[in-house]
């Protein structure tokens, strides 16, 4: 039976040697290399042929976006023929759905079962999606309850919400459209956008508003 060739990402070389012994036990995978940085993994595939990639959906060093929307997109652009399962501590559903639209193999838990790794990663080399239903997926993360969304925040769009994100992290709006490669004024529409749809009407009450709402833990 042919192995699965895969390689492993993520930007904490503790996270990304524990991944790496515990998977290279498994006869049906080949683990071909591990990486901390996103130009050591497009470095790697340019000269590689691969199966399965596990990343990290943060990645903050990254060269090509910190970001970690852009950077899923990215390689799902450039080596659409890579099944990509992404590894992450992210429970937001709108997130997590994004990543699907995306069209990524899987979104895991970093505290689900191993057993739901080594089955997105299993499904992923067949061409399958492995999707655990968003209500497991909050629920894997055991400092936090699982809460129902308020049905406002459900109606924004996954580019207004990437918005959001990198606006409570304390990115300005230039800052923001440099990193998204997107104009000033279209990030300053998108913000207002999602203000309007949250019911807010300033900075303060939309920080607040994120905050309680627990939108981006």
Known sequence: MKKLRLVLVDDHPIVLSGLKETLSQLTSLEILGGFTHDSEL???????EVDVIVTDYMMPNNTHSSDGQNYIRFLRRQYPQIALVVLTMVSNPMIIQSLYDAEVSAVV????????????ITLAGQGRQYRLPVTDMVMTVKSRNAVTLPEKVKTLSPRELEVLRLFIQGKSIVDIAKLL????????LQKN?????????????????????????
């Open 193 to 217: 956008a999602a203000m309007r749809k949250l019911g807010v009407d300033n900075n303060q009450a939309l920080v607040s508003y994120c905050v309680t709402n627990r939108l981006f833990d």
């Open 109 to 120: 838990s970093k505290e689900a079962p191993l057993a739901d790794l080594i089955k997105a």
């Open 42 to 48: 497009l470095t790697f595939l340019k000269k590689n």
């Open 181 to 188: 490669n997107r104009s000033d004024k279209t990030i300053s």
